[in-house]
């Protein structure tokens, strides 16, 4: 079925990891969540959702890739929930009005690890909303997208703001930045572990309630710096700043005490500052070059193989060398083509 416009072909978006590079909880907000004051960059390690109108009653999806277990087709997946909030805040302003917009046929190809502290889910929400406006020819302005992304998840307003952004709030205040020149390779360490969110905030409000004061100055200080414009070896030169910048850390360790013995053994191994995105448990390592970063993981790999470095959880290990993208929510005119090349291995 072709699309309002008279499209044949699917409307095609790639949906990019995110990484936290700092992380500081301000303080408790009276809704129950926590104001975060943190710096997030796109990656070039994508999901790719193509969107197509459809002649059944109901929108649809079809994952492929990695595996997300029950959220895949069901109506709690949040590439569904995104379509399903689009078409509300749309109404009848689409191109073949004034009803309801058709449902979509949408297939997601799954390239970021699920519930990893990488953003794969929002970010999958974020260009549903935005790849679901083109199929169906609607407009929505900046205040009702921020609204419906907001209405889907913390992380999703970065996405559908797109490019390097200090997040604060509970996400929804985003502030652009100028982010970096040249691309640092960033190497990304995935255990076969979960780690509950809700319960990393719960494990951080008992035992300090608010965060550490050198976090939020350094996540500050780095929003400073990727404001101006800051280059790859100044980044790298801040790796073990940023890689200590984030609050949930002792958190996490307490939810998950065995990525405290992992994160240590990494370090040895690369000889090279750990950090941990979001609250995990995804842990990443910054390189001046995207061949270094290749090089690193294929290390971690051997590593993981041989039993050299003992892995928690039970499972692969998830291991990818990617770099920092300069923007996000792109269009992928062709449709043929994959998502931005990376090496994994796991």
Known sequence: MSGPSGRLTPVVRVAPAKLNLTLAVIGRRPDGFHDLHSVFVPLSLCDRLSLVASAVAADTL????IPVGGRSGGGDNLVLRAL???RRAVGGGWAGGPGPAPAIAARLDKRIPVAAGLGGGSSDAAAALDGALEVW?????DQARLSVAAGLGSDVPFFAAGGPALVEGRGERITPLRGLRGTPG???VT???AVSTPDVFAAFAAIRGTGDGSVRLSSAHLASELGSGLGVNDLVARAGVMASANDLLPAVAIVMPGLVPFRRALSR???RPIGLSGSGPTLWVVYPSSSEAAQAAQRVSTAAADGSLAVPGDGALFVAATTVASSIIALDRSP???PAADTAAG
Do not use: C, M, N, R
Request: glycine fraction near 12%; proline fraction near 8%.
């Open 62 to 65: 079809h994952v492929t890739g």
């Open 84 to 86: 399903a909030a689009t």
């Open 137 to 141: 020819g609607a407009q929505l302005d």
């Open 186 to 188: 960033i190497l990304l």
């Open 191 to 193: 255990p076969p572990v």
């Open 269 to 271: 191994l690369l000889q």
């Open 336 to 338: 043929e083509s994959g």
